[in-house]
């Protein structure tokens, strides 16, 4: 069974910093595309930014470029995005997705950027 | 950019009826389409991808249909479990676009 365990979110103040992690199992991780997906409290879900199977390739929300980076660590079946320049309307639960159609989320970790 | 345009944006329907939700694309994405659905407090789950291919353990009440920019997804015989909000999805390109949801709601 497919599981995703995000995990590093908390209180941030603007222009802060702050990286998620997402611990995967029960497939197989480095053959996958992954996501990262948020929403904003009473919002929709958006998404953030991709990275390819081998961490070669990425992309990013316009929202998010230059200032958030995703990478992957396929012997720790482990994704990552750190996070600069935090804004407040980067508060959000951000959601660790598997391939480009979203087929399994996690429980998601909540970012709070507030002064 | 792909625009994802879902219509209603909510509707109130009673137990064994059947609903309608429809999702535009404004441009043609095949069928690059997924729907999920979404309970207050959890995470969206996934329940249709390539149109009409159900998830795993989705009930057959639900269905998709529609290729190129107009879609549909139908929920048939109502449960009291369906009750909750559906997002639509293309993954035709980036960036990877959701539709702005229907929130379906017991009348």
């Known amino acids: 069974e497919v599981e995703l365990v995000e995990s590093g979110g908390g209180l941030v103040q603007p222009g802060g910093s702050l990286r998620l992690s997402c611990a995967a199992s029960g497939f197989t991780f480095s053959n996958s595309v992954m996501n990262w997906v948020r929403q904003?409290?009473?919002?929709?879900?958006e998404w953030v930014?991709?990275?390819?199977?081998?961490?070669?390739?990425?992309?990013?929300?316009?929202s998010v470029k230059g200032r958030f980076t995703?990478?992957?660590d396929n012997s720790k079946n482990t994704l990552y995005l750190?996070?600069?320049?935090?804004r407040v309307e980067?508060?959000?639960?951000?959601?660790?997705?598997?391939?480009?159609?979203?087929?399994?989320?996690?429980?998601?970790?909540?970012?709070?950027?507030?002064? | 950019?792909?625009?994802?345009?879902?219509?209603?944006?909510?509707?109130?329907a009673?137990?064994?009826d059947t609903v309608t939700i429809t999702c535009r694309a404004s441009r043609a994405i095949t069928n690059y389409l997924a729907w999920f659905q979404q309970k207050p407090g959890k995470?969206?789950?996934?329940?249709?991808?390539?149109?009409?291919?159900?998830?795993s353990g989705v009930p057959s009440r639900f269905s998709g249909s529609g290729y190129g920019t107009d879609f549909t997804l139908t929920i048939s015989s109502l449960q009291p479990e369906d009750f909750a909000t559906y997002y639509c999805q293309q993954y035709y390109s980036y960036p990877l676009t959701f539709g702005g949801g229907t929130k379906v709601d017991i009348k």
């Open chain 2, 43 to 55: 995470a969206p789950k996934s329940l249709i991808y390539a149109v009409s291919i159900l998830e």
């Open chain 1, 82 to 86: 750190q996070m600069y320049s935090l």
């Open chain 2, 1 to 12: 950019d792909i625009q994802m345009t879902q219509s209603p944006s909510s509707l109130s």
């Open chain 1, 90 to 115: 980067d508060t959000a639960i951000y959601y660790c997705t598997k391939v480009e159609r979203f087929e399994s989320w996690g429980q998601g970790t909540l970012v709070t950027v507030s002064s």
């Open chain 1, 40 to 45: 904003a409290p009473g919002k929709g879900p």
């Open chain 2, 14 to 16: 009673a137990v064994g």
């Open chain 1, 49 to 62: 930014s991709s990275i390819g199977s081998s961490g070669s390739t990425s992309d990013y929300a316009d």
């Open chain 1, 70 to 72: 995703i990478s992957r």
